[in-house]
């Protein structure tokens, strides 16, 4: 049986077991010792050292999105409440920025509806570089330029606003997808966007592309209903259009995906599922591993034997390229869940909450 949510990003899980917890989090913003993991001599290593940091005071803090520019250089977007000096009122920051040797909370301007603006949460993030940084609110799309932050594209035209963004990709400033709720795609491509009609009322959770030598472009979006009956689709976008490729598998709902083109595609929510490429009418069959016993919200790779997946109670997995590895008896949590997971070159990164806590793990092999 796996643990899921029946509500994604909004009600906390209520914990019907015993959970025997191990963690390396501690409470305030505080970084943890590296612990080591050593297996065998695999396709790629399952050897990493990790730290943890826990942020946040007397809320609902969380971490929503990473984007990784290198080691040095890594932002965290959601919201983060820290009580102010006085100890009377709470202070929410929605970004935070890793040096290299320490986290710095932020603060972004977010536009809302009309003339408001405020601190409001940030629900994603996406790099083409260290001075070309993109930030999504809701319904604000927002550029870091290495000097200033400015608000490029407003999507909420009219209330109430039912395409709350979840997730963003693109290949340059000028070409970059938001997904959403309703089955919500907007696109920006530089100084104007459109919404790209879907079809459906699905929430979509996850976006993700790819650009080849060639400058080919592949870009899919997975939405999921996860409400009974359970459904999911997943769309191929090109330019200003979106298709649904069928996916025949059980009915089980799926939130996130990596693949890497013409090859395979991996796709996570109830349990994960793999196919040899996307296209329509891909078979697509459920890990017979079962990797897993907890629900899985995110997946990234880099290669096909470097891949890695994160999800409830603080699940943090690494495939090799011949076995996977789970790393949740070091870094589990208690009452939590890892909602996004990247890997790039020798390092996973992992973000999410536990309790009332924002916490982010990093592995470095």
Known sequence: MKFCKSSYFIARPIIAAVIIFVSI???GCHKSNPVAVTTGNDTTSHEYAWQGWTFGENSGSIIYDIAVINENDIWAVGQIYMNEPTGQTE???????????????????????????????????FAFSSNNIWFASYADLIQWDGNSFSSKAFFMTSIPFYGQVNKMWGTDENNVYCVGDNGAIFHYTGKTWQKIETGTSYKIYDIKGSVDSKNNIEIYAVAAKIDYPVDRKIFSISGNTAVNVSISAAQRDLVGLWFQP???????????????????????SFNEEEISNYYLYSVDGQALNDIT?????????????????????????????????KIKNNMIIAAGYNNSKAVIAIGKR
Request: proline residues 1%; positive net charge.
């Open 25 to 27: 989090f501690t409470s």
């Open 262 to 284: 013409n090859t395979k595609c991996y796709a996570v929510g109830d349990g994960m599922f793999v196919a040899n490429g996307i296209k329509l009418n891909s078979q697509w």
């Open 309 to 341: 997946v994160s999800g409830s109670f603080g699940e943090l997995q690494h495939y090799n390229g011949n076995n996977w590895r789970s790393y949740r008896d070091l870094i589990g949590l208690s009452n939590g869940e890892y909602y996004c997971v």
């Open 91 to 125: 202070n929410m920051y929605n970004a935070a920025h890793w040096d290299g040797a320490k986290w710095e909370l932020k603060k972004i301007l977010v536009r809302d509806y009309g003339s408001l603006t405020g601190y409001f949460p940030i629900k994603s993030v």
